[in-house]
């Protein structure tokens, strides 16, 4: 029997709460009780130390009255780790706040109750990041899917950074590539507010030349991308790709030649580096502050009782490593801002491996897995049934862009819409190059038709009826209420029946179980020769039921607006999902639109209609939204041929 498991016999035996404790679904105790407790029972002296250590959290909101400060636990059988630790304290104005107390051994100290999981804590140090990312590539050599060639185009990025050390110094010089082959890596990173990005170092025609000519001190770079560079180096590899270095800030030209090769630049490299807990180039990668502290009591039969506590802010049910073992459509990483970014998403998913530089520890993905310092992403009791041990959407991307069939891919796309779509962009133009080599991926030729602005033609015209979906809209990412959650940009470039023409979190699965608008044409024009870029012309002609109507707006006590739709000569109304939040038009110019509802499916207790508006000075019609209506809204309509733009 091991010492942890002996120690644990001999304090059970002696105390009836820690026999019992295995029994109990849940408890809530105050902070003084806990110190009453704790005299006659080591595990709740374990977790009182465990909450004292936090104690400048309550003491900086104006607490120190121990019996307000309430210690939770609760337990759920039905998942893997059941147990979860929980403090509260009240904060003003009604307010609570509270904290979840992740408490855990070390290999070697473990804690001799089994509730209590033993985990190795992450380095916080470079030559531990090194030895970690090191050992990771090692092993992912032997992984057949991490050095499967074909999803990722062959052909280098148009330009890397070279890395040489003069002394203690490290340089880099922009080279243009050759046909040779080059190991590097890549940086995945946020640019940050406007003001920020502006004083980001680039590359441009006016400093190409100089920066290709001349060696330069990494000084002179953001701290994110100096620490790139050095995590690079120390790895034993001289080049690295940065995209504002390595592509030409503002030729439209170059951007474009570059942007086709996203699969290849982050598929090719041999590592891609996310800077994912920095907001900008400031933030670095290297972590600046330990998450953890440590407790350290004596038992009563002298035995030494240790443990690491962290304690993770709650604002939400998340936990801290949920958004890595679910698949849920918008999950919440509130520590981690490069993960709001639309880029981002599609840079995760087309790099072979990525290493995550979090706020509390490094996360390692690849095709074949995921995994973290701590253990926790590796281990079988903290599973989740969705991807079980070690996996991620991340590898069931590579799973279903290499080997799913066609029912799969369609499926999956969903989720990948509505991740991309929960995410912020700064360029409303980049939508979709910032979506494009995914779908290049995802596509199957020959199965799932043209790719039309974010939605495959062969599933047209089920998938025209998306939404806007506004639950939760202050999740993520946009969180503050005075801000518009859904905009349409006044770019015309994306159609208006495509979900890309909307900023803001949209849900594909759609509603047409039956669908009654049949498609007679569809006119798509591509600017360019990518099948999967930019559209200089989107129009869909559909035959459906027609019914003009009109838009009403109101304001209701809370403060929120109420839009619905409803026949002039009618006084029955319908609520409108409007694509936009807030509505894009206001109530004088809805006044001056002609706006029809086009019968579009039925399901099993609604006719879904989509809501258009027509084009000024055209017979072409823009989409608003979409609502639930019955069958009055239709009668004595009649079927015509509308054009979608």
């Not at 290709?212 to 990494?218: E, K």
């Not at 090719?268 to 502290?293: E, F, W």
């Not at 240790?306 to 990483?333: C, F, I, N, S």
């Not at 840079?347 to 095709?367: D, G, N, P, Q, Y």
Request: charged residues 25%.
């Amino acid at each position: 029997m091991s010492r942890a498991a002996t120690t644990r016999k001999k304090m059970m035996s002696n105390c009836r709460e820690c026999r019992d404790a295995p029994n109990v679904m849940s408890s809530e105790k105050s902070l003084a009780t806990l110190k009453i407790l704790s005299e006659h029972c080591m595990r709740y002296k374990l977790f009182l130390e465990s909450a004292n250590v936090f104690k400048d959290r309550w003491v900086q909101d104006g607490h120190n009255d121990d019996t307000l400060i309430i210690l939770s636990i609760t337990n759920n059988f039905l998942r893997p780790n059941p147990m979860r630790t929980f403090l509260s304290w009240p904060s003003g104005a009604g307010a609570e706040k509270k904290i979840e107390l992740v408490i855990s051994g070390e290999p070697g100290r473990e804690i001799p109750w089994l509730e209590f999981p033993t985990r190795p804590l992450p380095s916080y140090n470079i030559q531990g990041y090194v030895d970690f990312i090191r050992s990771h590539l090692n092993s992912c050599n032997a992984h057949n899917d991490c050095n499967e060639p074909e999803l990722s185009s062959n052909q280098n990025p148009s330009r890397l950074l070279k890395i040489r050390a003069i002394d203690s110094t490290l340089e880099v010089l922009l080279i243009e590539t050759s046909t040779t082959g080059y190991t590097y890596t890549a940086v995945s990173h946020c640019w940050g507010d406007s003001e920020v990005a502006q004083k980001m170092p680039k590359t441009t025609r006016d400093n190409i030349q100089r920066h290709i000519d001349n060696w330069y001190s990494i000084s002179c770079l953001t701290k994110t991308f100096q620490h790139a560079v050095d995590i690079t180096w120390r790895l034993g590899l001289e080049y690295i790709w940065i995209d504002s270095l390595c592509i030409i800030q503002h030729d439209k030209d170059d951007w474009e030649k570059e942007c086709r090769k996203m699969a290849g630049v982050y598929g090719g490299a041999r590592l891609v580096i996310s800077a994912a807990h920095a907001k900008d180039g400031n933030g670095g990668l290297y972590m600046t502050s330990i998450p953890y502290r440590r407790i350290e009591f004596q038992t009563w039969a002298g035995d030494t009782i240790r443990a690491v506590v962290t304690a993770d802010e709650l604002q939400g049910p998340a936990r801290k490593h949920d958004m890595w073992k679910t698949g849920e459509q918008y999950w919440r990483a509130d520590d981690l801002p490069l993960f709001e970014r639309a880029w981002v998403f599609q840079e995760r998913m087309l790099a072979k491996r990525i290493v995550h530089f979090t706020s509390s520890e490094l996360v390692w993905e690849c095709r074949s897995q995921v995994d973290c310092e701590c253990g926790d992403l590796q281990d079988v009791s903290a599973s989740w049934e969705e991807f079980k041990v070690g996996k991620s959407i991340k590898t069931k991307y590579f799973e279903i862009a290499r080997w799913g069939n066609d029912l799969e891919r369609l499926n999956f796309w969903h989720d990948i819409t509505s991740q991309f779509s929960a995410r912020n962009i700064t360029h409303h133009s980049d939508r979709l190059p910032a979506l494009a080599s995914t779908a290049r991926q995802i596509d199957m030729p020959g199965v799932l038709g043209r790719y039309l602005c974010g939605i495959w033609e062969d599933t047209i015209p089920r998938n025209l009826l998306w939404w806007s979906q506004y639950t939760d809209t202050k999740q993520f990412p946009r969180q503050h209420s005075h801000e518009a959650t859904h905009v349409r940009s006044k770019d015309k470039s994306i159609p208006s029946w495509s979900w890309l023409s909307i900023e803001g979190r949209v849900s594909t699965w759609g509603k047409a179980l039956l669908t009654l608008a049949k498609i007679t044409a569809i006119n798509y024009t591509l600017a360019t020769d990518d099948p999967y870029g930019a559209c200089e012309k989107g129009e869909i002609q559909l035959c459906a039921a027609v019914s003009p109507i009109k838009i009403s707006i109101s304001t209701q006590e809370d403060g929120s607006s109420l839009s619905e739709v409803h026949r002039e000569s009618s006084p029955k109304r319908y609520p409108l999902i409007p694509d936009t939040q807030p509505f894009e038009y206001s109530e004088d110019e809805l006044l001056k639109l002609q706006v029809i509802a086009l019968q579009f499916s039925i399901t099993h207790l609604f006719t879904e209609s989509m809501i258009l508006c027509r084009e000024k000075g055209s017979a072409k019609y823009r989409r608003l939204g979409i609502a639930n209506v019955d069958g009055e809204l239709f009668e004595g309509s009649r079927f015509e041929v509308i054009i979608i733009i």
